[in-house]
């Protein structure tokens, strides 16, 4: 009985599929629209709990081996490393931990959906993906991809380009040698975002190959995207490529590739709190690491939080270092022919402004070839239109390494 009803349930879904396929006539939308379900039913795995946080989003805690890292055919048979072989030199120094406890951090809460509980131990947080995201990229293909020509080069800095796709950088930078890691403490900000197909972020780029071509990078910070999320909060997240943003890699967990471990951090999820204008700041920690052992790359968030790692064979340049490491931020300006939207970037505010005021990295480090963590060499600023967004750096005791940067998009200086 239970096995006949459940066949003729079949029968009508599928005549139902075959009505609307055949009603609204356009195969192609019956063919998206399954596509998208095969993509949601790819990256929402089947959750041991499920957690609503308070802005809306469901964190899924998955079965740490059924994350979905784990459909690349390479690994199929991967077996999961549950910490690094090895952490930079340093990190446990004194001076790190110092500046690791930001004297206005009042509590340890970093992530939104932790005021509603945590995932059990052998799982990690996954913030599930809603159709309405999906549906808002130009295909499934390229959901939880960055549009290509994202190019953060400074070498790259050709009016033209610029103009065409509309990413602007203010950040600090240093190439000419080869890095195994880079750190920063990085102030957060929920800065305005003008339209929806714009963002605004603040990270790092740990990369290696040729801008345009065969560009790797692994990238970590906060951003603010509408597109992506639906809405304007200030979230955690990843990036990584390995052909200049073409047909591999994505944000977080949107594609098979970095492996989470961590079960208390969620990646895309809401930044809580945030700093606000002349009053208390808060900031994050990240560092991105090469393993000298296994060669994977490893990401930690904060002093506690190992979050997981990008293995070695995902990359060629990276697989053995990197080139050029930036730090900084980056809006994209959806206005043409060189005029702004006020879009802003960090806080909204130039550099000349100020802590409390200007957003900032802190403490920036890279990993040198011995494994040590130390003060990088050599500092480059770099900035599009500095009348819009600018970047300013210096050096001391507490802040070692740091530069203010960000700025309001379209002002009296910038039309
Ligand atoms: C995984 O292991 C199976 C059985 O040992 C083997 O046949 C297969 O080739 C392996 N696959 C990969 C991708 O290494
Ligand atoms: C995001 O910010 C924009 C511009 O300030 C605003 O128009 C929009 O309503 C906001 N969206 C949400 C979901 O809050
Ligand atoms: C962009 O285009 C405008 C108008 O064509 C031009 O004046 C400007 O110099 C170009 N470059 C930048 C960086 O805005």
Not at 156 to 174: M, T
Not at 367 to 373: A, C, I, K
Request: hydrophobic residues 35%; contains cysteine; proline residues 6%.
């Amino acid at each position: 009985m239970g096995a006949h009803s459940s066949s003729v349930a079949i029968v009508l879904i599928c005549s139902w599929l075959w009505i609307v396929g055949a009603a609204t006539a356009p195969t192609g939308d019956l063919r998206q629209r399954l596509a998208v379900r095969k993509h949601l039913r790819r990256l929402n795995k089947p959750a041991v709990k499920s957690l609503k946080s308070p802005d809306g989003d469901i964190i899924d805690c998955v079965n740490i081996a059924h994350q979905p890292a784990f459909d690349h055919p390479f690994l199929r048979n991967h077996t999961i490393q549950l910490r690094p072989a090895f952490h930079p030199e340093g990190l446990y120094d004194k001076n790190n931990l110092a500046s690791e406890l930001s004297k206005e951090k009042p509590n340890s809460l970093t992530q939104l959906w932790h005021q509603i509980g945590r995932c059990p131990e052998g799982t990690i947080p996954i913030r599930r993906t809603r159709k309405e995201e999906v549906l808002r990229t130009s295909s499934v293909k390229r959901h939880g991809r960055k549009k290509r020509r994202t190019i953060p080069s400074p070498r790259f800095a050709d009016p033209d380009l610029i103009n065409e796709s509309g990413h602007q950088h203010a950040i600090a930078y240093v190439e000419g040698d080869k890095y195994y890691g880079a750190k920063a403490i990085i102030n957060v900000w929920e800065p305005n975002i003008q339209q929806t197909n714009e963002f605004s972020l603040s990270q790092l780029w740990i990369l290696g190959g040729s801008f345009g071509q065969d560009l790797n990078s692994i990238e970590a910070g906060w951003l603010v995207s509408p597109d992506l999320y639906g809405d304007n909060n200030t979230r955690l997240f990843t990036y990584w490529t390995s052909d200049s943003y073409e047909a591999t890699g994505c944000y977080n967990l949107l594609c098979s590739g970095f492996i989470q471990i961590s079960s208390e951090i969620a990646m895309g999820a809401t930044i809580s709190p945030v700093s606000k204008y002349g009053r208390s700041q808060y900031d994050i920690s990240i560092l991105v690491w090469k393993d000298p052992k296994e060669g994977n790359w490893w990401m930690q968030f904060g002093s506690d939080y190992v979050m997981g790692y990008w293995p070695s064979f995902l990359f060629s340049y990276l697989a053995d270092s990197a080139s050029m490491v930036e730090w900084g931020g980056e809006v994209v300006n959806s206005e043409p022919d060189g005029r702004h939207t006020s879009t802003e970037m960090g806080s909204g505010h130039f550099p000349e402004e100020g802590f409390g005021k200007a957003s900032y990295f802190r403490n920036i480090q890279i990993v040198d070839e011995s494994n040590n963590l130390k003060s990088p060499k050599g500092i480059d600023l770099f900035t599009e239109q500095s009348n819009c967004y600018d970047v300013q750096n210096g050096n001391n005791g507490d802040w070692g390494s740091y530069f203010f940067f960000g700025g309001p998009g379209r002002s009296p200086s910038c039309q």
